[in-house]
C-alpha cells in the first residue's frame, strides 16, 4: 500500500483498505470522475446483487421509513423506479456505503473525511425511463452549500441500451447553465457537448463529483439495470443524512404516501427533476386535476369514463380556434382527420388516434408545462405538440399503440420527405423551414427504423389524413356521428376501451 498524502485523514488513511493511486487522482481532479473495476470481489458483487433485491421486495406501509418511488414506464404501468433512504435499515449496505473500503477511497479523493449524505437505488427495470442532463449540486442547495461525491455501484452490467450513464468529461469546471424552469442542464448546451458513455461491468464503480454533467437513456433492453448511487458530504459540514430526508419526506413523500389533494409541486422540482419520478408524478397529477374540475359537474374523472368524458370536453370547449390559418377549426380538423380514419377501415386505436392527434395543442399553459417537464430528454419550450400529446396521453393510461401515433407527426413528415419528392414539393415554405430544425429528411439508420417499424403503416396514413383534413363547410355533427357514435358506443365508452 502506498504511503497516504498528509492530506487524508490519519485514523482513515492509516487503515485504508484500497489506495488510489497519483495518476488516479489526477485523472479525477482533471475530468470529473474515475472508474475503479477492483473495489468488490466476485463473492462481494454477488452478495450486493443479493441486498439489491433485498431492498426492493422491502414492504410499503404507513409506519415503514424507507421511501419507494414509482414510475410509469413506456406501457403505462407504474413500476418501482428507485428507493431511498434505506441504509440506516439494512444492516449489509450501512456496512458497505459506511465501510472502511469506500470512506477510505472517497477521503483519498477529497482530502478529507465524508459522511454519508443520502442513497438510492435505481432499479431502471426493463422497459423503464431514463434521466435528462443533469448536475447533482442543483437538488442539495436547500440542504446547504457543500461539496458531495457521488458512488455509482453497478449492481448490474451497465451499458448504451440498458440505460446506462453518460458523463461529459471535464464539465465539473466549466460554468453549466441550468433552465430554472425543470433544474435540468439546459438544451442547448447538452447539444453541443460530447457525451461520454461509462459503460460498467457488476460490482464495478463510478466516482463523481456534484457539478459533473450526466444524464441516462430509457433501458431498451429486455434485462433489468439496478445500480446503487450513495452521496457523501464532507464530515466537516456536519452529519446531514437524517435532515435531508426529512425534508424529502415532506415535500417528495414515497408513492405509496402520498396524500389525495396534495401536488408536491416543490418536491417535483426540488427533488424529482429529470427523473422517470416525475412519470407518476404527471400520471398522478392529471387524475387530480380532472377529479377537481370534474367535481364541480357531479361527474368522477378519476374513473377511465370519467377521463373520457373531460377529454371530449376539453375537445369540445378548446377546439373553437381556427386550424392554424385555414377557414375550419381545430375540432373539425381533428373531427375530419378521424373521419378520414375511419372511412379507409382503421382499427379503433387508430381512429382513436386520428381524433386525438392534436391533443397536445388543446392543452391549457400549465398542462402542457408539466407534461414537458415530465420527458427526461427534452426541456420546456423545446417540445413539439406531437410529443406533449403522447405523454399527456401515456399520463392519463392510454395504451402504446394510441399514444405512439399520436407522437408521430414528425417522424412521418421526415419519412415522407425521405422516399417521397412529391410530398417535399408539396409542403409549404414555412413546413419546409421547420423540417430542417426537426432534422430534414431521415437517412442511413434513421430510415430504416422507421421502415421496420411494425406501426409505419399506421403513422404515415396518419400523417396523410392529418395533411388533407382541411376541408370547410362540412357539418362537425356529422364527423362526430361517424367517428364516435357510430362505433356502436357512447362517446365515453369509445375512449374507454383504450385507458389502460
Request: proline share 3%; hydrophobic share 35%; charged share 25%.
Amino acid at each position: 500500500m502506498t504511503k497516504p498524502t498528509a492530506s487524508i485523514p490519519f485514523e482513515i488513511a492509516a487503515n485504508m483498505a484500497y489506495s488510489i493511486s497519483s495518476d488516479q487522482r489526477a485523472f479525477f481532479e482533471k475530468n470529473g470522475y474515475l472508474i475503479l473495476k477492483d473495489v468488490l470481489s466476485s463473492d462481494e458483487t454477488i452478495k450486493l446483487q443479493k441486498w439489491a433485491q433485498e431492498v426492493h421486495d422491502l414492504p410499503r406501509t404507513e409506519d415503514t421509513p424507507w421511501m419507494p418511488y414509482e414510475e410509469v414506464n413506456k406501457s403505462g404501468k407504474s413500476v418501482l423506479c428507485r428507493t431511498e433512504n434505506y441504509a440506516n435499515y439494512h444492516a449489509d449496505f450501512n456496512g458497505l456505503l459506511r465501510g472502511e473500503k469506500i470512506l477510505g477511497i472517497l477521503c483519498q479523493l477529497a482530502g478529507e473525511d465524508m459522511l454519508l449524505f443520502k442513497e438510492k437505488i435505481n432499479y431502471k427495470l426493463a422497459g423503464s425511463g431514463g434521466f435528462a442532463p443533469h448536475i447533482d449540486s442543483t437538488a442539495y442547495t436547500h440542504v446547504k452549500n457543500i461539496k458531495h461525491l457521488t458512488i455509482l455501484v453497478s449492481v448490474d452490467e451497465s451499458n448504451m441500451s440498458n440505460g446506462g450513464l453518460e458523463v461529459v468529461e471535464g464539465s465539473h469546471l466549466m460554468d453549466v447553465p441550468i433552465a430554472k424552469a425543470d433544474n435540468c442542464i439546459e438544451p442547448s448546451w447538452a447539444d453541443n457537448h460530447t457525451w461520454l458513455p461509462v459503460e460498467l461491468e457488476a460490482g464495478q464503480i463510478l466516482i463523481f463529483g456534484s457539478y459533473l454533467a450526466h444524464r441516462s437513456g430509457a433501458n431498451k433492453s429486455s434485462s433489468d439495470r439496478k445500480a446503487i448511487y450513495a452521496t457523501y458530504n464532507c464530515k466537516s459540514e456536519g452529519d446531514l443524512h437524517d435532515d435531508y430526508y426529512a425534508d424529502r419526506a415532506k415535500l417528495w413523500p414515497a408513492t405509496h404516501k402520498r396524500q389525495g389533494g396534495m401536488k408536491y409541486e416543490e418536491g417535483a422540482l426540488r427533488y424529482g427533476f429529470g427523473s422517470p419520478m416525475l412519470t407518476f408524478y404527471l400520471h398522478y397529477k392529471f387524475f387530480l386535476i380532472f377529479y377537481i374540475k370534474e367535481q364541480s359537474r357531479n361527474k368522477m374523472a378519476t374513473t377511465p369514463g370519467g377521463i373520457a368524458d373531460a377529454i371530449i370536453r376539453l375537445l369540445c370547449e378548446r377546439g373553437t380556434s381556427d386550424y392554424i390559418g385555414e377557414s375550419i377549426s381545430q375540432l373539425e380538423h381533428c373531427l375530419q382527420c378521424a373521419h378520414s380514419a375511419a372511412e379507409a377501415g382503421s382499427d379503433d386505436e387508430t381512429v382513436l388516434a386520428a381524433l386525438l392527434h392534436d391533443i397536445g395543442q388543446f392543452l391549457p399553459i400549465e398542462d402542457a408545462k408539466d407534461v414537458r417537464m415530465s420527458m427526461g430528454e427534452y426541456s420546456v419550450g423545446r417540445v413539439g405538440h406531437e410529443r406533449v400529446g403522447e405523454e399527456y396521453l401515456k399520463g392519463l393510461g392510454f395504451g402504446d399503440k394510441v399514444s405512439k401515433l399520436v407522437g408521430s407527426h414528425v417522424a412521418a413528415k421526415r419519412y415522407l420527405t425521405a422516399v417521397d419528392l412529391s410530398y417535399y414539393d408539396a409542403l409549404s415554405e414555412a413546413s419546409k423551414q421547420s423540417l430542417k430544425f426537426q432534422g430534414g429528411p431521415f437517412e442511413g439508420k434513421d430510415l430504416d427504423a422507421f421502415e421496420q417499424d411494425p406501426l409505419r403503416d399506421e403513422m404515415v396514413s396518419l400523417r396523410r389524413w392529418d395533411d388533407e383534413a382541411k376541408i370547410a363547410g362540412h357539418e362537425m355533427a356529422s364527423f362526430l356521428e361517424k367517428v364516435v357514435l357510430n362505433v356502436g358506443k357512447e362517446t365515453a365508452g369509445y375512449l374507454y376501451r383504450w385507458l389502460v
